[in-house]
């Protein structure tokens, strides 16, 4: 695998919103501002969460003794610009309370988890641990493997699975994924309808997190493989650590309280025709495609005008490239006269 070339799952959903956009990204190395303030808090979150369960504890109070902690050293160096030290105050308590709840949905419960991980344990904690997926290429000229990367923030084992889990900002990126337990239906649907050139259905989101799931799955399997690990499945799950609907803030007690809600991907990815078949949570559909678009990006195809109507629509007005991009401007250009 290692002479393969490589590709990240982050990238081809950079790559189902615009082609270009991946171009500009991954293949002249552009960086794109990122001023969404919510990611660097998630961070330091993220962080935070991971020291206490890298620590090996196990119990709710010590888990969150550790987690506050960290959290607090990293704040004194956080030097986000808040209007006041008021909305300082106010930000810092909501990561409170956001890890109170992520401690009470599901860290515990993952804490054990990584425990009966044993020797592996402190291996399979991140943040941002990579995984590794392998797939064969079709194309008659260029390379016959690539290798896709994604990358969890820890693994952790329930009865029958282990668990590859990621904080998240937020699950609105994942629109219908949220609301549904299942590939078959609507969730197939949309993923087919993505790709038909004939639908005006445009996900991105929803399609890059299909994918990035089935990159992860893979990912966990073959980590299991090499350390040895036991578990029926493998399974995906987001937490999101900066959802404002599930934060609510009492400004007359001054205090904040929060819900975390995770959700595993993996049942709306896998298709339960595949899995009667090989008893392996995978989605033929999904593979197929994720190695389609990944020949195209290897194939070097970055011309964004096959979807150019849904490209200009929904992928441009936010794009951060959009400045110094020829097609954008053209575009312009052609509309105008
Ligand atoms: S401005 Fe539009 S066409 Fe250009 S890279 Fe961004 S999304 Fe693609």
């Given at each position: 695998m290692?002479?393969s070339?490589?590709l990240t799952?982050?990238?081809?959903e950079?790559?189902?919103?615009?082609?270009?956009r991946?171009?500009f990204a991954?293949?002249?190395?552009?960086e794109?501002?990122?001023?969404?303030?919510?990611?660097?808090?998630?961070?330091?979150?993220?962080?935070?969460?991971c020291?206490a369960l890298?620590?090996?504890a196990?119990d709710?109070e010590?888990?969150?003794?550790?987690a506050?902690e960290?959290l607090?050293e990293?704040?004194a160096g956080h030097?986000e610009?808040?209007?006041s030290?008021?909305q300082?105050?106010?930000?810092?308590a909501?990561?409170?309370?956001?890890?109170?709840?992520?401690l009470?949905?599901?860290g515990?419960?993952?804490?054990?988890?990584?425990?009966?991980?044993e020797?592996?344990?402190?291996?399979?904690v991140?943040?941002?641990?990579?995984?590794?997926s392998?797939?064969?290429?079709?194309a008659?000229?260029g390379?016959?493997?690539?290798?896709?990367?994604?990358?969890?923030?820890y693994?952790t084992?329930?009865?029958?699975?282990?668990?590859?889990v990621?904080f998240v900002p937020t699950?609105?990126p994942?629109?219908?994924l949220r609301?549904?337990s299942?590939?078959?239906?609507d969730?197939a649907a949309?993923?087919?309808?993505?790709?038909d050139?004939?639908?005006?259905?445009?996900?991105?989101r929803?399609v890059g997190a299909?994918?990035?799931?089935?990159v992860?799955v893979?990912g966990l399997?073959r980590?299991q493989?090499?350390?040895?690990l036991?578990?029926?499945?493998?399974r995906?799950?987001?937490?999101?650590?900066a959802?404002r609907n599930r934060?609510?803030?009492?400004?007359?007690?001054?205090t904040?309280?929060?819900?975390?809600?995770?959700?595993d991907?993996t049942?709306?990815?896998?298709?339960?025709?595949t899995y009667a078949m090989?008893h392996?949570?995978?989605?033929?559909?999904?593979?197929?495609?994720?190695?389609?678009?990944?020949?195209?990006?290897?194939g070097?195809?970055?011309?964004?005008t096959p979807r150019?109507?849904e490209i200009?629509s929904?992928?441009?007005p936010d794009?951060?490239?959009?400045?110094?991009?020829q097609?954008?401007?053209?575009?312009?250009?052609?509309f105008?006269?």
């Open positions: 290692s002479d070339p490589t799952a982050d990238g081809l950079t790559y189902l919103h615009c082609p270009r991946y171009e991954h293949v002249h190395g552009l794109a501002e990122d001023d969404d303030a919510s990611r660097d808090r998630v961070a330091l979150l993220r962080e935070a969460i020291a890298r620590s090996g196990t709710r010590r888990l969150e003794e550790i506050a960290r607090s990293l704040w030097d610009p808040f209007h030290r008021i300082r105050n106010h930000e810092r909501v990561l409170e309370a956001v890890l109170e709840a992520y009470e949905a599901v515990v419960d993952h804490a054990a988890g990584i425990e009966r991980l020797g592996s344990a402190n291996e399979l991140g943040p941002a641990l990579p995984l590794a392998a797939r064969s290429l079709s008659e000229d390379p016959n493997r690539v290798r896709i990367d994604a990358k969890v923030d693994v084992r329930t009865e029958s699975s282990l668990v590859g990621s699950l609105a994942l629109g219908l609301y549904r299942d590939w078959e239906g969730v949309l993923f087919v309808d993505h790709f050139g004939g639908s005006d259905v445009f996900e991105p929803a299909l994918f990035e799931t089935s992860v893979d399997r980590l493989e090499r350390l040895d036991e578990a029926k499945t493998c995906y799950v987001q937490v999101p650590l959802d934060t609510a803030v009492n400004w007359v007690q001054d904040v309280d929060a819900t975390v809600e995770p959700t991907l049942d709306v990815y896998i298709d339960h025709h090989t392996e949570h995978r989605n033929e559909t999904v593979d197929s495609r994720l190695v389609d678009v990944a020949s195209d990006v290897l070097g195809s970055f011309d964004p150019w109507d200009a929904e992928s441009c794009c951060e490239y959009a400045v110094g991009c097609d954008r401007l053209a575009a312009e250009v052609r105008d006269g």
